[in-house]
T-cell receptor, first 113, second 113 residues
């Protein structure tokens, strides 16, 4: 069965520092991968999604970027964090043609101080 | 652009009352539709999904949802709620062949005993 690993679970970073959140998927190939940010009252905001290696679609202009260096690896990055980047970040896998729901990682609670 | 609207931000009701949460989306093509629930302190859990076929979908815990294509809606219902249904509910829409999976802002449901 498919599994999503997301780390770290919590992270406290100073303003202006870089960020790298990693997500890896097991049990499937060529997955569609997604990064979301969950904030109170705003639901899950889609940040980036990728349908293949090196293919990144950005939904929200911001201080963040994403990369997909391998089929089952999806990375969320920032060169310089802002206070407003604080939040709960979720990685997800979804295969729209397989009749299943999206599967989520455990999430990363990022606090920028 | 694809978007998902959940009409109610916060719903408060008593046990045994009926629940209906609205969800509308803006996308002209074929869609896959989902309702997720997030209990306090827990991760997202799938309630039900619609991919094709009968537009009335039965989910877990007595929930159901009806897809009305002409209204671009996928409303969630439960005839009689319990205190344990207190949670945040998210509607999600996948525009087929577009690969995006977008979530609504969520509705917080509080059930009073």
């Amino acid at each position: 069965s498919q599994t999503i690993h997301q780390w770290p679970a919590t992270l406290v970073q100073p303003v202006g520092s870089p960020l790298s959140l990693e997500c890896t998927v097991e049990g499937t190939s060529n997955p569609n991968l997604y990064w979301y940010r969950q904030a109170a009252g705003r639901g899950l905001q889609l940040l980036f999604y990728s349908v293949g290696i090196g293919q990144i679609s950005s939904e929200v202009p911001q201080n963040l970027s994403a990369s997909r260096p391998q089929d089952r690896q999806f990375i969320l990055s920032s060169k310089k964090l802002l206070l407003s980047d604080s939040g709960f970040y979720l990685c997800a896998w979804f295969a729209e043609d397989r009749g299943t729901e999206a599967f989520f990682g455990q999430g990363t609670r990022l606090t920028v101080v | 652009a694809q978007s998902v609207s959940q009409h109610n931000h916060h719903v408060i009701l008593s046990e045994a009352a009926s629940l209906e949460l609205g969800c509308n989306y803006s996308y002209g093509g074929t869609v896959n539709l989902f309702w997720y629930v997030q209990y306090p302190g827990q991760h997202l859990q799938l309630l039900l999904k619609y991919f094709s076929g009968d537009p009335l979908v039965k989910g877990i815990k007595g929930f159901e949802a009806e897809f009305i294509k002409s209204k671009f809606s996928f409303n969630l219902r439960k005839p009689s709620v319990q205190w344990s249904d207190t949670a945040e509910y998210f509607c999600a829409v996948n525009a087929r062949r577009d690969y995006k999976l977008s979530f609504g802002a969520g509705t917080t449901v509080t059930v009073r005993a």
